[in-house]
């Protein structure tokens, strides 16, 4: 697999992230069956697809960036789908999440 193909590889597995977050809001504690199976579902593709990427990049930036993209995924659909408040401080952190997940990106080596 090329740099670039990992790099691609990571951010969805991080899009996955966010998806099995977000199921767990569904799920309700795992009470509620189809939730709680595309949940799990989508936790084994976001690990697998985080395993194959690490075979490329380097674990430490890997991890980092699979988590911030699940953390900043889950926080704007919190906002969207959950009503949870979004503060100028709150948005602020997240800029600079995501600010933190280009720069790692940025500066990983090619």
């Known amino acids: 697999m090329t ?8 951010v969805v597995a991080g899009l996955f992230e966010t998806a099995w977050a977000i199921g767990l809001k569904y799920a309700d504690g795992f ?3 189809w939730p709680s199976a595309f949940t799990i579902a989508a936790l084994a593709v976001s690990m697998v697809l985080l395993a194959l990427a690490v075979r490329v990049l380097p674990i430490g930036t890997a991890y980092a960036v699979w988590v ?9 659909l919190g906002v969207v789908l959950f009503q949870e408040p979004l503060t100028p401080a709150r948005a602020g952190f997240l800029l600079l999440l995501l600010v ?9 080596r090619s």
């Open 100 to 108: 933190s997940i280009v720069g790692l990106r940025l500066t990983s």
């Open 68 to 76: 911030g993209i699940g953390a900043l995924g889950a926080a704007a």
């Open 31 to 33: 009470t509620r069956p």
């Open 3 to 10: 740099h670039a193909a990992a790099w691609l590889v990571l």
